[in-house]
Nanobody
């Protein structure tokens, strides 16, 4: 089965930048859709960004223009570049993998990493 491990989280000041990485195992990475989700204390998990196996990119309205998702199939890694960070971006960020043509809802993603904490300070 696919295993996903996130890294790159930490503490950053508002307005700063951070890049998250998600390393995947297995040979099916290149044919998988990948997504980033986040969950803040007391709130439900929400979709942040997704990238299809063919490179199509999708973003939540709250992060459009600030976050960029990308993937490097040769390294089995997906990235989330976060710029102009805001206090409300504070959350645990998780990456997930799904088979194509299932949509971008969290219920469509079969494999999940354990998450990495991102804290934005004033």
């Amino acid at each position: 089965q696919v295993q996903l491990v996130e890294s790159g989280g930490g503490l950053v000041q508002a307005g700063g930048s951070l890049r998250l990485s998600c390393a995947a195992s297995g040979r099916t990475f290149s044919s998988s859709n990948m997504g980033w989700f986040r969950q803040a204390p007391g709130k439900e998990r929400e979709f942040v960004a997704g990238i299809s196996w063919s490179g199509g990119k999708y973003y939540a309205d709250s992060v459009k223009g600030r976050f960029t998702i990308s993937r490097d199939n040769a390294k089995n890694t997906v990235y989330l570049e976060m710029d102009s960070l805001k206090l409300e971006d504070t959350a645990v960020y998780s990456c997930a993998a799904s088979k194509p043509n299932r949509g971008w809802s969290w219920v469509s993603f079969e494999y999940w990493g354990r998450g990495t904490q991102v804290t934005v300070s004033s």
